[in-house]
């Protein structure tokens, strides 16, 4: 269904109408549209400049907030307070550190950024999100009911911009790895031997030219094991039980969020299993997860033991990691538990 810019307003309206719950990232599907290029449609949308670092900025001052980060399958939700904000590479990254908002972020992905108002008719809340060319949502920030709307205010005033409207560009289209007869697989496997940084290892992929499943599966078997695909909701689970601290990392090509710290309420409904803690919500689309693995990459400080979950077209969808700081040994208990579920 492809609708027409000057009806996608009442066509969104008829959607709401006959299912008031739906999300308007899956409407604007079903209108053949962006998520961008329905969300201007509302009338309590104001685009904003995309002066980064100087917004980024300001929501230090917007008080308590839930930050959203997704991708096809996973949502990543974490409630706080934005404090140490850092850009780099002459603003092609950024990142937040803080013990709850905690983000890794690509500017040079963001085409545009929305203040949207609280909107009865539409569900919308007060927010500031972040698209990209196509009109996807990279990230999003959300007042919470014990922030500053008086500042969301000022916010909104500063970074007006005269412009209105999104007209979204066609996605690009995905990269296809080389034939893995192209790959030196066995330099690649003495690149990954050699690593001493977590960090260092997107390096390595650029450096041999290979797609991140596909070095998974290259690597063997001293480096990267497949897993269950449902492996994460026992993950999960049994990270609850232990109550032990774990990193969860969802992202896109344009933000990584990242939850540091325990998991509790773990509740599978229908195809979706959730984390429902009060500062922090997971919800992850388990038939989205087509490949898992247990992934081990030697640092200054031993092996760091990831899970790594990807959807059917090689795209990252999860993270997980035991809790740990560089310098810091990884905690036996992670690994033991990631080790039992390959």
């Known amino acids: 269904m492809n609708v027409t810019a000057p009806d996608l307003?009442?066509?969104?309206?008829?959607?709401?109408?006959?299912?008031?719950?739906?999300?308007?990232?899956d409407a604007a599907r079903k209108l053949g549209a962006s998520e961008a290029e329905l969300l201007v449609t509302g009338g309590t949308v104001t685009r904003l400049r995309p002066e980064w670092p100087e917004l980024f900025d300001?929501?230090?001052?917007?008080?308590?907030?839930?930050?959203?980060?997704?991708?096809?399958?996973?949502?990543?939700?974490?409630k706080g307070h934005f404090r140490?904000?850092?850009?780099?590479?002459?603003?092609?990254?950024?990142?937040?550190?803080?013990?709850?908002?905690d983000l890794r972020f690509f500017p040079r992905q963001w085409a545009a950024a929305f203040a949207v108002r609280a909107d009865a008719e539409t569900g919308a809340h007060d927010s500031v999100q972040i698209f990209g060319a196509e009109g996807l949502a990279l990230h999003k920030v959300f007042l919470q009911?014990?922030?500053?709307?008086?500042?969301?205010?000022?916010?909104?005033?500063?970074?007006?911009?005269?412009?209105?409207?999104?007209?979204?560009?066609?996605?690009?289209?995905?990269?296809?790895?080389?034939?893995?007869?192209?790959?030196?697989?066995?330099?690649l496997r003495a690149g990954w031997r050699a690593l001493e940084d977590t960090h260092h290892f997107f390096g390595l992929l650029k450096k041999f030219q290979v797609g991140r499943v596909q070095a998974l599966r290259l690597a063997g078997g001293e480096f990267a094991?497949?897993?269950?695909?449902?492996?994460?909701?026992?993950?999960?689970?049994?990270?609850?039980?232990?109550?032990?601290?774990?990193?969860?990392?969802?992202?896109?090509?344009?933000?990584?969020q990242i939850h540091t710290g325990?998991?509790?309420?773990?509740?599978p409904y229908g195809d979706w299993i959730n984390v429902l803690d009060p500062d922090f919500n997971l919800h992850l689309r388990e038939s989205g997860v087509a490949g898992a693995w247990l992934v081990r990459k030697p640092t200054k400080d031993g092996i760091v033991?990831?899970?790594?979950?990807?959807?059917?077209?090689?795209?990252?969808?999860a993270l997980f990691f035991g809790k740990r700081k560089p310098g810091e040994l990884e905690d036996t208990r992670w690994r033991d538990l990631a080790e039992s579920l390959k």
Request: proline share 5%; charged share 25%; with cysteine.
């Open 9 to 25: 307003k009442t066509a969104w309206a008829e959607l709401r109408r006959a299912d008031p719950k739906l999300r308007i990232r």
């Open 305 to 317: 033991t990831s899970i790594e979950l990807y959807d059917s077209a090689g795209e990252n969808l």
């Open 58 to 78: 300001a929501f230090k001052t917007l008080g308590r907030v839930m930050c959203l980060t997704r991708n096809e399958h996973a949502v990543h939700e974490r």
């Open 145 to 187: 009911e014990d922030g500053d709307r008086a500042a969301f205010e000022r916010l909104i005033a500063e970074f007006a911009a005269p412009e209105t409207g999104f007209a979204a560009l066609p996605a690009e289209p995905a990269t296809v790895d080389l034939p893995d007869a192209g790959i030196d697989v066995e330099g």
């Open 262 to 267: 325990e998991v509790e309420k773990i509740a």
């Open 84 to 101: 140490d904000i850092g850009f780099f590479g002459g603003g092609a990254m950024g990142q937040v550190v803080g013990h709850d908002i």
């Open 225 to 256: 094991v497949p897993m269950p695909v449902a492996v994460a909701g026992e993950v999960l689970r049994r990270a609850s039980a232990a109550k032990l601290p774990i990193m969860i990392f969802v992202g896109n090509r344009g933000c990584i």
